[in-house]
């Protein structure tokens, strides 16, 4: 088994950045594939961005490209979701997860653990 614990939602206005942390136990992190996730009121959830055991590679929707970074610290077993330029259309339910593959996946059936979320509301 695998726990993550998302931090670092909040509501704030458009136009201003947030960082989530997700810290990772119970399962050698620096063999999964780490992503992030979003599901807004009414909606499915939906693929953010994704991140290699070491780091090297990463991929994002099209919606937060240029304004969103993830990263991870396998030393801390913590991975990042830096969001900057925050619209609206930002606001949902940010999960974080955790796939124990080789290559990138952004298909939220291809995850294996699942965070509890962290709300983020953006909002002027």
Same mark, same amino acid.
């Given at each position: ?12 206005? =458009? ?48 919606? #937060? ?22 619209? =609206? ?15 990138? #996946? ?19």
């Amino acid at each position: 088994q695998m726990q993550l614990v998302e931090s670092g939602g909040g509501l704030v206005q =458009p136009g201003d950045s947030l960082r989530l942390s997700c810290a990772a136990s119970g399962r050698t992190f620096s063999s999964y594939v780490m992503g992030w996730f979003r599901q807004a009121p009414g909606k499915g959830r939906e693929f953010v961005a994704v991140i290699s055991w070491i780091g090297g590679s990463t991929d994002y929707t099209d919606s #937060v490209k240029g304004r969103f970074t993830i990263s991870r610290d396998n030393s801390k077993n913590m991975v990042y979701l830096q969001m900057n330029s925050l619209k =609206p259309e930002d606001t949902a339910v940010y999960y974080c997860a955790a796939a124990a593959r080789s290559f990138l #996946v952004q298909n939220f059936d291809e995850y294996d653990y699942w965070g509890q979320g962290t709300q983020v509301t953006v909002s002027s």
